[in-house]
């Protein structure tokens, strides 16, 4: 630190006696041994009344006046990075709600219009949320193949008789229990 003081006063035409050096040399020893974790130079608790020299006094002043300047802009700075840090987290945050409840709009419409075009049922509902959000692209693709389930009511009224005598139960859908029956009822009709 002394050598940099040194050449700062040098480069700026300050000629500095041997006792001035010692002096300064001394000074700068003492800041360091108060606070040696830190490696920035407290200038404010330089004693100046030893430099008998009003130019390097001058110097050292202008220097602690820029220093404490300095140090300001710096607090400032980490200060403003600190609340942009937290608007950009709490943005990120906002976001990613609106994107789960999107989401989540997207699924419950999707289930929802399965089950007014009456393929699926009440109970399914849960079962396709859930195929809908583990993966919303393959859930669609399968739905898009189902087929209006038959009420009870009027499958039984409309029922054919086969030649044998058998009621035809080709039309006649199960009470699915899961996503999974109906995909599978579904493949083997369409093979």
Avoid: C
């Amino acid at each position: 630190m002394f050598e940099k003081l040194k050449a700062w006063f040098l480069a700026h035409g300050v000629t500095i006696s041997s006792d001035q050096e010692t002096a300064l040399k001394t000074e700068i020893e003492k800041l360091e041994k108060v606070n040696p974790t830190k490696t920035e130079l407290d200038l404010s608790k330089l004693d100046l009344s030893k430099f008998k020299d009003d130019e390097t006094k001058k110097v050292v002043e202008t220097l602690t006046n820029q220093n404490t300047v300095l140090t300001q802009r710096v607090n400032d700075l980490i200060s403003t990075i600190a609340k942009e840090q937290q608007a950009r987290d709490a943005a990120t945050k906002a976001a990613q709600e609106d994107a789960k409840k999107a989401f989540d709009k997207k699924v419950s419409v999707a289930v929802q219009k399965l089950f007014d075009d009456k393929k699926i049922t009440e109970a399914q509902k849960e079962d396709w949320k859930k195929s809908f959000e583990a993966s919303f692209d393959s859930a669609s693709k399968i739905a898009e193949g189902l087929k209006p389930l038959e009420s009870k009511s009027s499958s039984t009224s409309n029922k054919q008789q086969t030649t044998t005598g058998e009621p035809d139960n080709k039309f006649v859908k199960p009470n699915y229990q899961s996503v999974a029956e109906l995909i599978r009822t579904q493949m083997k009709e369409s093979e």
